[in-house]
């Protein structure tokens, strides 16, 4: 059986959101609530099985012009590094909860390295890290950026063999990662904030049920930042 076709209401809001308009501007554009609004895209997000605004602006803008696509995204973009900020977590003391779930994803995955990974505008900052001694780097050598475009665990076996990491400082120098797996830290709007990270100085390959462990890990660190956004809205409230 088919699926059924989108609403009038579902194909609105779909041709704002391939353009990379957030909640708060296709609510305007509408002339709806933002509620409203967050309710139809998350009709989309399960009607296509992903969880990701630059995957679902994808999905609708099939066709579209490379112009308007890289319009979309750095709008996209924007709402994404200002949800951050908003959060008001960059460059914060460690607290225990991230160090815990850092220090569980490398119990769990018995491998050396383990990162709870925020993406800055041109950074990729470690709110905690198990196995580095660095707090931060920079964002274009790493594959964080391409795991906070999707909704799902990124992971390459082997660095040496993925053309993408295979000169890549962090692969050919300390700490000479060989694999690599991070399930993006996503917001109830499907926005990522940045990753949790497993990495190893040797191939290695996931099963089913460790993706599905990773995941788990990645959404607790996403409650914790949505807990946390919401003691910093009530503060400046107050």
């Not at 957030?22 to 992903?50: M, P, Y």
């Not at 950074?123 to 707090?135: A, T």
């Amino acid at each position: 059986m088919s699926p059924r076709p989108l609403s009038s209401r579902q194909l609105k809001v779909a041709s704002l959101v391939a353009e990379g308009y957030s909640n708060r501007d296709i609510a305007n554009e509408l002339n709806l609530t933002e509620q409203i609004i967050k309710n139809v895209v998350h009709s989309l997000f399960d009607r296509f099985g992903v969880w990701n605004w630059v995957e679902l602006a994808n999905y609708f803008s099939e066709g579209s012009s490379s112009v308007a696509i890289k319009s979309a995204r750095r709008r996209i973009e924007e709402d994404r590094i200002s949800y951050i900020r908003d959060l008001k977590i960059l460059d914060t003391r460690a607290e225990r909860i991230f160090d815990e779930l850092a220090s569980l994803a490398a119990r769990m995955f018995e491998v050396p390295i383990a990162v709870i990974a925020l993406a800055d505008s041109d950074r990729i900052w470690f709110k905690s890290c198990i196995g580095l001694d660095v707090s931060e780097v920079p964002r274009e050598i790493t594959l964080c950026h391409r795991t906070i475009q999707q909704s799902k665990v990124f992971v390459v076996s082997d660095t040496l063999q993925d053309a993408r990491l295979a000169c890549s400082p962090l692969v050919t120098t300390a700490p000479k990662v060989r694999f690599y797996a991070a399930a993006p830290i996503l917001t109830d709007d499907g926005h990522g904030l940045g990753t949790v990270c497993i990495i190893d100085r040797v191939p290695r390959r996931l099963n089913e049920l460790q993706l599905a462990i990773l995941q788990s890990l990645a959404r607790l660190a996403a409650e914790q930042m949505e807990m946390r956004r919401q003691l910093v809205k009530a503060n400046a409230v107050e």
